[in-house]
């Protein structure tokens, strides 16, 4: 059972605009800073967004993040076929002293 | 080209060790903390440990996981990092992957390896 809770799925057609959420407490997301992977099939987790909001080179600006409190966000706009992943939120904890992943967000294309 | 490539994982059993090692290319390896993560089959990431570089006093973090039984180190010389594991369970079989933190935040990983799999089992 992980500290960051995000929903097992979420779903949309072409075009639309998908949020994934990630909640936490005040020992990870309300005093450290969240980061957001895509993992596709039989492959290894892909950073897509550092530091709540930064994305790296490369990373299309289709994809976003947000945080306020305890909470953070992924949002996809635009969304695209090649975008049906698992995506995982990640921030570190201070009480249990260990970086924390969330549970994970199954991402389909309808 | 920046990449990490894991090797020596395979089969043991239970109580048993095993020696993963984690090869850096295409950047200044010593430079950069290196995580260790891992995925059991079906499952999201878990993270395992850290090493710091050498800076920040080349010390170590574990998940309470494995705190006692695995000890990451590294060797800046080799631009290799290892992740020794001792008194195996079987639920410690996953995908282990290496990983660099990012210079722009430590606590992200912005370089993963391929992955090696270690399967504890009978």
């Known amino acids: 059972q992980s500290v960051l809770t995000q929903p097992p799925s979420a779903s949309g057609t072409p075009g639309e605009r998908v949020t994934i959420s990630c909640s936490g407490s005040?020992?990870?997301?309300?005093?450290?800073?969240v980061n957001w992977y895509q993992q596709l099939p039989g492959t290894a987790p892909k950073l897509l967004i550092y530091?709540?909001?930064q994305r790296p080179s490369g990373v299309p600006d289709r994809f976003s993040g947000s945080k306020s409190g305890t909470s953070a966000s992924l949002a996809i706009s635009g969304l695209q076929s090649e975008d049906e992943a698992d995506y995982y939120c990640?921030?570190?904890?201070?009480?249990?002293?260990?970086?924390?992943f969330g549970g994970g967000t199954k991402v389909t294309v309808l | 080209e920046v990449q990490l490539v894991e090797s020596g994982g395979g089969l043991a059993q239970p109580g048993r060790s095993l020696r993963l090692s984690c090869t850096a290319s295409?950047?200044?390896?010593?430079?950069?903390?290196t995580n260790w993560v891992r995925q059991a089959p079906g499952k999201g990431p878990e993270w395992v440990g850290f090493?710091?570089?050498?800076?920040?006093?080349?010390?170590?973090e574990y998940a309470a996981s494995v705190k006692g039984r695995f000890t990451i180190s590294r060797d800046d010389s080799k631009s290799i990092a290892y992740l020794q594991m001792n008194s195996l369970k079987t639920e410690d079989t996953a995908v282990y992957f290496c990983?660099?933190?990012?210079?722009?935040?430590?606590?992200?990983?912005?370089?993963w390896g391929q992955g090696t799999m270690v399967t504890v089992s009978s």
């Open positions: 295409g950047f200044t390896f010593g430079d950069y903390a």
């Open positions: 530091s709540n909001n």
């Open positions: 990983t660099r933190g990012s210079r722009l935040d430590v606590d992200a990983f912005d370089i």
């Open positions: 005040s020992s990870n997301i309300g005093s450290n800073t």
């Open positions: 990640a921030a570190w904890d201070d009480s249990l002293n260990g970086l924390e």
């Open positions: 090493i710091r570089n050498k800076v920040f006093g080349g010390t170590t």
